[in-house]
């Protein structure tokens, strides 16, 4: 069963640690694990969602394992374990006003009498909502008009905010406390505090949001401000915004979107924001400021969709089937919203316009908007403050169980870097060469290379991977000209996080161009535990669910702690450019929701799974035929 002692669960892990180690795991770069998007009480949404407290210092001292209150109720909350990273990512927009305005008012002293009588009203606005507990509703109210097409939307879109004052002065502050906050916290080799902000473009309720980070510190991050939708709704200016402000600072910067699940199609398009057709020159600008994606988060799974891949058995995972916009509009999942359809479309981009816009590698992260970076399904403290809370989840707030709160989000995710070296610069250098993957809270460990002469003895080796660095690419890497006809070889290894449940399988998803040009897939199943599982058909038997439904415990004897494989692609052709990326899957184990049922006394209608398959995704390896 599952252990609760903090001290018999960190002897676990520490023992295990040492067991990688026999396993080869150890060479010139680490795991680290982190969370690259995470909300405060800077953000305006967060704000207003009852996070009137928790500050960027309180965000990195809970990802680096200190106890802190929690900004809703008050309570102590901790991490289990600490993170390796993380980045503040604050909504660019409106940074700090809602914050201000509601503690301060008029009180502001670098605005004009029209902008000082709109902040006593908004100040009123504001004070009544969030006192009576409508802050909620306040932020559904400013959302956008849906529109069916985000491209028609972005033609007449403005958010509609011209009650709230505008201050300047008070963004930049904002903006300073967040970047210093980050550097006092910044302790290289040992935590990074990475600076960034979140690109909150979404027009018509299509989600085009991006979260941008830089390995800068605060003295040359306050040399300017944040670029925010109020700039640019054009994902394209913020491209050219960020080649400006990378040459005036001399640091790096990238572009992370996320939540493409609920884009309506445009984040993956063939077409930009601007109804434009994608060139080889847009797809080479986007693929350099924006090399890794977001796969997986609380606000569900963007990895693809059973429409998308219906011979997938694991699909459809932590769906999430809601705009952000003002109203409800029937949720429509299309190609352009999700990874591994938008990986495909980027080999038929490719071959036509000889860049692929969509080589991209793949991480999760929390989208918290408490400050507090939880992605565990057994400490999962929620998205807002106020749905952290197992009574606010089953009032529901004026919601259905079905609805965008509560419940229907995901415990997920985290992060996972190849990096080497714990640092701002070796981390966005690892993102930029794609050696990066994603998990949806667990800390599954992966490794995967690939190349055109490896063998199971590579794998097998003391010395793997240092063995193989000269003959294969890692995860994220582009596989050398073919040396004849040989088909590619996939090392992969794979271990069970020690807190959490052992693995079911290993499968790789390939995306292949055909003869004709398009692209198609298929997920083979290459390594798992246990015995007589695989049928005719090259599927599994589904692994038995050991999760109590009294208490949320497992027996991870179904399970394995360790999967490795050496997998040659059988149905190889030389002349059909393919991709190829690792999921990694675990037994049965409870989700958040079933936990919280537990708790309110188990006669408890959450409309979600009681249980489910915690997963990791790697970043793909690309083959490009001659």
């Known amino acids: 069963m599952r252990q609760s002692n903090r001290g018999i669960k960190a002897c676990i892990f520490f023992a295990l640690n040492l067991v990688f180690s026999d396993f080869g795991w150890a060479d010139s770069k680490q795991l680290l694990w982190g969370d690259t998007h995470l909300h405060t009480t800077f953000s305006s949404d967060a704000f207003v969602n009852n996070n009137l407290a928790s500050t960027p210092n309180d965000a990195y001292r809970f990802a680096k394992g200190e106890p802190v209150l929690h900004p809703y109720n008050g309570v102590r909350v901790q991490l289990e374990r600490p993170l390796d990273f993380l980045v503040v990512s ?8 809602m914050r201000n305005t509601y503690f301060h008012g008029a ?85 990074s505090a990475i600076i960034g902000w979140e690109y909150s473009s979404i027009p018509g309720g299509g989600n085009l949001h991006r979260v941008v980070m830089t390995d800068i510190d605060a003295t040359a991050a306050q040399t300017f401000i944040p670029f925010g939708l109020d700039q640019s709704i054009y994902p394209e200016d913020l491209w050219t915004w960020l080649d400006k402000t990378r040459k005036n600072t001399g640091g790096d910067f990238i572009a992370i979107p996320h939540n493409s699940n609920i884009s309506k199609g445009a984040m993956f398009s063939d077409r930009t924001l601007r109804g434009e057709p994608m060139t080889a020159a847009l797809a080479e600008i986007r693929q350099y400021w924006e090399p890794i994606v977001e796969i997986t988060q609380i606000k569900g799974d963007s990895e693809t969709h059973s429409l998308f891949s219906p011979e997938d058995a694991f699909a459809d995972f932590e769906n999430y089937p809601f705009y952000i916009q003002r109203g409800s509009t029937t949720y429509q999942p299309r190609r352009g919203d999700f990874i591994r359809p938008a990986l495909r479309r980027g080999l038929e981009l490719g071959a036509r316009l000889g860049s692929n816009p969509f080589q991209f590698g793949v991480i999760g992260s929390t989208d918290a908007h408490s400050a507090l970076s939880s992605a565990d399904e057994d400490n999962f403290l929620g998205k807002m403050a106020t749905d952290s809370i197992p009574a606010n989840k089953n009032r529901r707030l004026g919601d259905s169980a079905k609805s965008t709160f509560g419940w229907a989000m995901g415990a997920s995710g985290r992060a996972a870097i190849w990096a080497e070296e714990n640092s701002r610069a070796a981390i966005l250098a690892a993102m930029r060469r794609r050696e990066v993957y994603a998990t949806t809270g667990p800390r599954i460990g992966v490794r995967v290379y690939a190349g055109w002469n490896v063998t199971s003895a590579d794998l097998e080796d003391s010395g793997f991977p240092s063995n193989v660095l000269t003959r294969a690419v890692p995860m994220g890497g582009e596989l050398p000209d073919n040396p004849g006809e040989e088909a590619p070889t996939l090392l992969i290894e794979a271990t069970a996080d020690p807190l959490s449940g052992h693995l079911d399988r290993i499968q790789v998803v390939k995306g292949w161009l055909d003869a004709t040009g398009n692209s198609v897939e298929q997920v083979f199943n290459v390594a798992w535990a246990g015995n007589n599982r695989l049928l005719d058909d090259g599927s599994l038997t589904a692994i038995a669910s050991t999760v109590d439904l009294r208490t949320g415990g497992i027996d991870n004897s179904p399970g394995a702690a360790h999967l490795s494989v050496a997998w040659t692609d059988p149905w190889f052709d030389p002349l059909e450019s393919a991709f190829y990326y690792v999921r990694v899957l675990q037994i049965p184990t409870a989700r958040h929701s079933l936990y919280d049922k537990i708790a309110l006394g188990g006669e408890v209608e959450t409309s979600r799974p009681d249980t489910l398959q915690e997963r990791a995704y790697t970043s793909a390896i690309w083959y490009t035929a001659p």
């Open 107 to 191: 009180d502001a002293a670098d605005i004009g009498w029209i902008d000082r009588l709109k902040a006593r009203v908004a100040t009123f606005v504001l004070r009544d909502a969030i006192d009576d507990g409508q802050g909620r509703k306040l932020f559904l109210d400013v959302l956008p008009t849906p529109f069916d097409d985000p491209i028609d939307a972005a033609k007449v879109w403005e958010i509609d905010l011209s009650w709230v004052p505008e201050q300047p002065r008070v963004e930049a502050d904002a903006w300073r406390q967040i970047t210093e906050a980050a550097d006092q916290h910044n302790q290289p080799g040992d935590f």
């Open 90 to 97: 604050d909504h660019a927009e409106f940074m700090g006003v």
